[in-house]
């Protein structure tokens, strides 16, 4: 079996001290592929050129040109996480005002080896959301045209999805009782709304799987699951897989293929249909604070 992809699929654009670049290097193993600018202009042009996976920007360096740019890169391109990295030389207690000031919310420190593990979780995560996107286009494509409330289910379950582990929490997000969502795919004699979830899951848990740097215990903590042994039961019980069978099978562009395969290509009519959010006379909608009740909550992953 072929080594496994980088699992950033874009480059991730640097403009850091030669001696950065390196480390740089040798921390994005199996996760992303660096490309080195001198200049943030350089980058700055990278990330209207084409797709970029995020902007790392050392501290120090940046500090030194630090000007409009910065700011453009942070403002023009929020998809694109922009990382400012604390490298060996401390930076002035002015170059982090103007780090801030440009609107760079994420600073890691890299002098300790705990900020290379974090930068991996940062883009690791990055690497999650663009699985997401992908997915929903795959799903767009195959389901077109989609019925607004369908593409909202399929929006909702990929939106944050790591935090939508149970019916409830995905039917609180979509303002509609677990009853009546489990009731309608009944219903329209779709698979249940708990097969959707769990492949959602098993797809991003098959994209982290990609970087050779997580085991079992990290996808298990990033994606919400009690335990390693949680994590391998749900892969048994929907796959009839232990976690390392599907660690070792399944990319993630193997488990897109097999959500579209098994929950979408084959129920195209029924989910062109399908009304899950739809209520009955009578009926009153959840208010909307109560899907944000729920806090986030955000796990090592690595």
């Known amino acids: 079996m072929s080594a ?38 350089d980058a700055l042009e990278d990330l209207k050129r084409g797709r970029v996976g995020a902007v790392l920007l050392g501290v120090v360096r940046c500090g030194r040109q630090l000007d409009r740019r910065v700011a453009t890169v942070v403002r023009e391109f929020p998809s ?100 009546t969502l489990m009731s309608r795919f009944f219903r329209a004699k779709l698979p249940a709304p708990k097969r959707y979830l769990a492949y959602a899951r098993l797809l991003r848990a098959a994209r982290l799987f990609e970087d050779q740097g997580h085991s079992v215990s990290d996808v298990a903590n990033a994606l919400d699951f009690s335990s390693p042994q949680s994590f391998g039961r749900h892969v048994q019980t929907f796959l009839g897989r232990s976690a390392g069978e599907f660690r070792r099978e399944f990319t993630s562009a193997v488990m897109l293929d097999r959500f ?3 929950l979408v290509r084959p129920h195209r009519d029924a989910l062109r249909k399908l009304r899950p959010l739809a209520l009955r006379p009578g009926m009153r909608a959840l208010p909307p604070t109560v899907a944000d009740r729920r806090p986030a909550v955000h796990r090592r992953a690595s």
């Open 4 to 41: 496994p992809l980088p699992t950033l699929k874009a480059p991730v654009v640097t403009v850091l001290d030669p001696d950065e670049r390196a480390r740089v290097d040798a921390a994005g193993e199996g996760l992303y592929r660096a490309i080195h600018r001198e200049t943030v202009a």
């Open 80 to 179: 694109v996480p922009t990382v400012a990295l604390l490298g060996a030389e401390p930076p002035s207690a002015e170059t982090l005002l103007r780090i801030g000031n440009a609107g760079i919310t994420r600073l890691v420190d890299v002098r300790i080896p705990a900020g290379w593990s974090q930068l991996r979780r940062i883009l690791a995560a990055e690497a999650m959301r663009a699985t997401d996107r992908q997915a929903l286009a795959c799903i767009r494509e195959e389901l077109a045209p989609v019925p607004d409330e369908t593409w909202q289910f399929f929006e909702a379950l990929f939106a944050a999805s790591e935090r939508n582990d149970t019916v409830q929490t995905l039917a609180l997000r979509l303002q509609v009782l677990p009853s």
């Open 260 to 262: 579209v395969t098994e």
